[in-house]
Every structure is written in C-alpha cells, then in structure tokens.
C-alpha cells in the first residue's frame, strides 16, 4: 500500500513539474522584459579613487578612444587595471592573458562600440557621449576591489542589450575616497 501511495504521489509531483516548465514563448518575452526592468532599477554605491585628470595629463594621453582624451585617460587606466599577464610557470617565458571580471569587462567594450555608433550616426553630441563613457569607465574601475555579484549578474543578464548595460552602470553612484 506504501509503495502504491509513494508511486501515486511521485507521478502527481512529475506531472505537476511538467506542467509549470513548459512557459508560452509570449510569456517568456514578458519575463525577459521584466528581468531588463528590474535590473535597471537596481542601483549601487562604489568607492572611487580616480579623479578627473588635470589638462597636463591630458596633453600626455595617447587617443586610444574616440571619444575624446578624457575617456582615453580613463580607457588606459581601465586596460592597465582590467587585463594583466602573468606567467602561465614561474620562469617559463610564455604568458597569458587574464581578465579580471569578465562581466564587466564585456560590458564596458560593448557599450564602447554601442556609443562609437552613436557618434558616427550622430544622434548624441560627443561631449554628452564622452561624460556618459567616463562615467561606465569610473563604474568600471571603482567595481574592481568591490563585491559586485549583483551587479554582474544584472550585467549578464542583459548582456545583449547595450542600452541597458548603459543604463546599468548610470544607475551606480560613485562616492570619492578623498
């Protein structure tokens, strides 16, 4: 009589499961809309310890964004900081490249190329653009020494979806160390 009651309530639990995992792909997109929105109104608090650079540390700045010598100052320090290469065997020559924070790091280099294209297509000016960049970019460096699992899963979440990367990171405010 056990096994009969425990193989009845087994089939009811699987039929049961069955039921609720097949979702409407009309209710999938509801979701999916609903995790970008629920992402977005997420907001963090960094500690900062990068300021604006001064006009001579500007004129020494190689343009490696096009963006303006602003964010490339802040683009260089974010390479030097997110991508390091270490040596796979202590005294071997050969290294690799790691990068720390892959989240994030994705994050950034796709909304690069999201307001490269902004840019080019002129939909923004480039003083609004480069502030919007510099701003990810000091997002980007102050997460570094941050516990940032809830920001880089709603990173990873909406992965796909540059606005809402963007709007990810203009929802983190920066506190200055100094």
Known sequence: MKKIYFLGLTLFCLNTVGVFAEIPSEEKEKIENVN???????????????????????????????????????????????????????????????????????????????????????SESKDILEDKFCHVLKVSLAAIDSDTKTFEKSLKDNKKNPEALLSIFENVSLRNIY
């Not at 300021?51 to 390479?79: A, Q």
């Open 36 to 122: 970008e929105t629920v992402a977005t109104a997420l907001t963090w608090e960094f500690f900062s310890a990068h300021e604006d650079p001064s006009v001579e540390i500007l004129k020494t700045v190689s343009r490696s964004c096009k963006l303006g010598e602003k964010s490339s100052y802040f683009y260089n320090l974010f390479k030097e900081t997110y991508v390091v290469k270490e040596e796979v065997v202590p005294g071997d020559p050969t290294r690799r490249t790691v990068i720390k924070k892959p989240e994030i790091y994705n994050s950034v280099k796709k909304i690069e190329k999201y307001l490269n294209k902004s840019l080019k297509s002129g």
